[in-house]
Every structure is written in C-alpha cells, then in structure tokens.
C-alpha cells in the first residue's frame, strides 16, 4: 500500500500544480505542531523566489484548491505561509480498512528482492556468552527479522570464533590436566571416542584457568601457540579434541539463543574461512595488491580523504600467522563463492569499527566483491551499568547471559505473583516473555551506535518506555477482544466507521504510520524506529481506552468499529514486537 504521507503530498501536489506552480512544493510531513494540524505543507515559502509571490498568497490559492478535496477536513493557510491539513476522518478510516485486510498491514514487498548476509552473534568457543554478547545477538536478530518482512531473503551466520590462540590454550590446559588422554599420544591410529573429555562448565573453567596462566608463564604461553600451530597443521589428535570443544560449546549456545529467542541459518565459524587463504595471499601477491614489509604481508587501505589514520592491512604476520582480519578477508572470500549476497551486515561491537573499515577496504581494492555488493558495519555501543562502567556482576564479575536473563525472568516472576493469585507455571512461562521484552525492548530501543545504561529497575516497570507496557497494553487488547468474543460477537465483524473522538484519530493517525516506520527502519537498519513508533502507539491506545467505554457501548455498530479498531492496533503491536524479537502472552 502507498504511505499515507505519499497520498496526502499527491493530493497537495496536484493543487499546487493546478494553481500554475511546481507541484514539487507540495511535498507535506507530519505537523510539528499537532495541537494545530495533523499534516504540514511548507511548499509556498519555498515558492517565494521563484514565483515572486508573497507566500501566504500562494498558500491561500492551494488552500482554496483543496477545498473539495476527499483527503481533508479542514485545510488552511496561515502566516507567514503555511498549510496547515487535517485529515478527514472517512479517509483515515479507509486507509485502515485497507491495511486491515492486508496481511502485510501495509507494508509493501520490496521490488528488488536482495539476498542479505547478517553476520551477528559472533560469540567464542569455550567461553561462557556474557553480555557482551548480547547486543550483537538481539540487534542482529531484529534486522534479521525486519528484512524478511520486507521481503528480503535474509541469511543470519552467527561466524564463531573457533580459530586462534584461545584454541591452543584449552588445549594445553586439558593436556596438563590428563596428559594420558589419548588425544595427545602420537602414536595412535584408532577411532577417537564420541564423548567429550569434559563438560560445558569444566571447559567454562579451564579457559579462563589457561588464559590466566599464559599471561603469568611465558613457558605455558609457548606451548599454547605450539598446540595452536599443531591444530592449524591438522594434527589428528588435535582436532579430534577441538570437535569436542566445538561440539560441547555449540550444544550450550544453541540453548542460551533460544533462551533469547534468537535463531541462526547458519553456523559457520572462523575455521571454515582457512582453507581459502594460501589461495588469497597468493592472489594478493600475484596482482600485485600485497607486498611485504619487515616480513609481514600487507595491502595498504588508506585513502587521500582520510581524517584518521587507516593502517595497511596485515595479511600474514612475519611469522607467517593469519589474523583476524586475514580470517575476516577469506570469509568474505567464502561468503561470494557459496552464497554470493548482495549485502553483508556486520553486527558488531563499534570499537571494532577500524578492523572493518580495513577489511572492507581490501575487499574492495582486491576485487574479493563484487563492485555493487554492500559491505555495511553496524557497530554497537557498550551497555553500561547504572555507575556508567561495563555491566557487570555485583561483585564486579564479568556477568554470564544466562545469569542475568534468570535474574530478570525472577524479578518478573515477583512481580506476576505479588498481587494476584496465578497459576504458577502460568506465571513463570508469562515471566520469561516478559523478562526476555524488558532486555530486549532495553536494549533496541537505544540507537544501536550509543552506549547505553542497563537499568534493570527501570526496564523491567510496567510503566514507561519498556518492553512490558508494551506487553501490557497488548494484553489488555486480547483481554477486551476476549470478552467482546464471550459476548458472542466476532471479532471483524464490521467494518470501521470515522473516528468520533479526539483521542481516537489519534490512535489512527498513529497506526497509518506502520508502512514508512518499517521502511525506515530497514532502510537505516534501526530496529529503535520502531521501539519509539509502538511506544507512541501504546500511548495513543491507552489514551482513547481511558477516554472510552468500549464494552459497554450501547451501539453495536460502534461498538465493532472500535473493536475492529482495538483489533487492528493489537496486530500492528505484534507484527511489530516480532520483528523485535520477542512475544506477548495471553494474561500477565
Ligand atoms: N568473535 C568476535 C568477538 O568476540 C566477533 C566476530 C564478529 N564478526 C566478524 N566477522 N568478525 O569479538
């Protein structure tokens, strides 16, 4: 469906040029002052100049010209030269009528359908997720979310860290600990056995244990990159003891993002992008984009325009070692060859910004993309504590994901049974939605770029700017459109008649904006537009619901219409909420 904005500026445009000028003037916006208007036409100041016309004259000509317009109910020039519309009320209504009968709600197919890549999640074997992790997962999965919708085809690659040094330490820990492990005798050819030689949180300990210890004896840090090396040459048992670090620290992943409501297509790693960088380093070299330097390979990125300094990509140390920006370059390398998208959104920790402006430059200037392929950085800010620092446990603690999405879930729980009797796994289940709508909703409804406070207290209120009013409002629809169905009506039954009330134009005026929200959102991939666009709807709703005795209207055709209308915002609430990640429950 066409926006509204898009009808109404056609409308303004189509006066404006029968009134014998540019009908590009007639672009209209949202009033900035609502208690004025609705809808704001500046056209004729802009008009002045070229037409040597006081603006208020020409404003009072298109004026004139809308007066039999459908589109509005009122339209008037004012000093210096403004248009101010109202829209009429029959109109609106349509418009809804339309978007009801919508699946989409509105919201149009994009026409170039585009294969997108969202590389988000980005977590690391053998490390607990901590929040640190989180933005990227919950920002990732909504943009994920919203370009299906739009109807891209949208691969999400949660791209783990599987490669490196942090290997090479477990492993030598595991082998200081049971050095009679099979793994680490040479001389066996056998099968090695299914079970892993730990569990998750034994691997959980013996990183941190091992990266400790490395940091305090240079001896232990020399046989971590000596197994790392033997790993990366394929030694047997090496490998044989990484697919279990993998496949135990997978296993644990996959149970804390589904925890989160967060879903991969794919779950490619660091590993996977190797067998692709003799081939590259080579080709760097061959055409001449790579040279050495103090033995180190490298491709300069800088560009004249530069304000910051951008340093030459590191290719491959002097040792000989791939980085990660080597790994990043060869997944890029992979990505084109097995699913060649048009796009690769990259969703991660913004103080990695200067690594992914250097990968994307050697891409580029090496030919490893296409020329119309987009290689985008969505950097995030840090999420803080309320004391402004890094969010971290209360005694300081690096704080796991699954610690802090417990201590939410329990607060909700508290909050749930507090005052009213609830069937307590009823309860527990709607605590976890709810839980799980306050640190996302928290979390998305910040631009991502900006740091922002995790204020637990304040996410978590039923009131204000959170993820459960949101929730809350939604309930209190389903509980209503229940009711009116007990009563034995259905739900649509009619269809929508004009708004007879303030407060519920508003709530349409709110609810005609879906289609350009969703556009905008995916366009800036900036899930918070619609974090503030249903905030806006919430209070719209809730103002016409206090103003309005919906169940207790005597007229029945009235009565469906605001039904129709309660049903309508519920579906724009949820569409919404699901491209954010989260769900309502039925009662809370
Ligand atoms: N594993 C990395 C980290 O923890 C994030 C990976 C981001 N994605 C990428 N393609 N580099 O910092």
Known sequence: MKKILDLISQEVMDAFAACGYDAAYGRTGISNRPDLCEYQCNGAMAAKKVYGKAPILIAQEVAAALA??????????????????KISGAYLSEYLLRMQADEKLSVETAQQKKKIMIDYGGPNVAKPLHVGHLRSAIIGESVKRIGRFVGHEVIGDVHLGDWGLQMGLIITEVKKRNPELVYFDESFEGEYPQEAPFTISELEEIYPTASKKSKEDASYK????EATAKLQDGVRGYRALWQHILNVSVADLKRNYSNLNVEFDLWKKESDAQPYIPEMTEYMKKEGYAYEDQGALIVDVKEETDTKEV??????????AALYTTTDLATIIERMKLIHPDTIIYVVDKRQEMHFTQVFRCARKTGLVDEDTQLKFLGFGTMNGKDGKPFKTRDGGVMRLETLIADITEQMYKKITENHDVDPQEARQTARLVGLSAIKYGDLSNQASKDYIFDTEKFTSFEGNTGPYILYTIVRIKSILNKYRAGGNEVNGAGLLNPVTGSEKDLMLQLVKFNSVIEQAFEETAPHKICSFIYDLANAFNRFYHETRILAEEDEKQKSSWIALLDLTRRVLETSIDLLGFSAPERM
């Open 311 to 320: 340093p030459p990509c590191i290719i491959l140390k002097s040792d000989g």
């Open 222 to 225: 020399e046989e971590a990159l």
């Open 68 to 85: 039999g317009s459908p589109v509005f109910e009122e339209v008037c020039a004012v000093n210096p030269g403004f248009i101010n519309m």
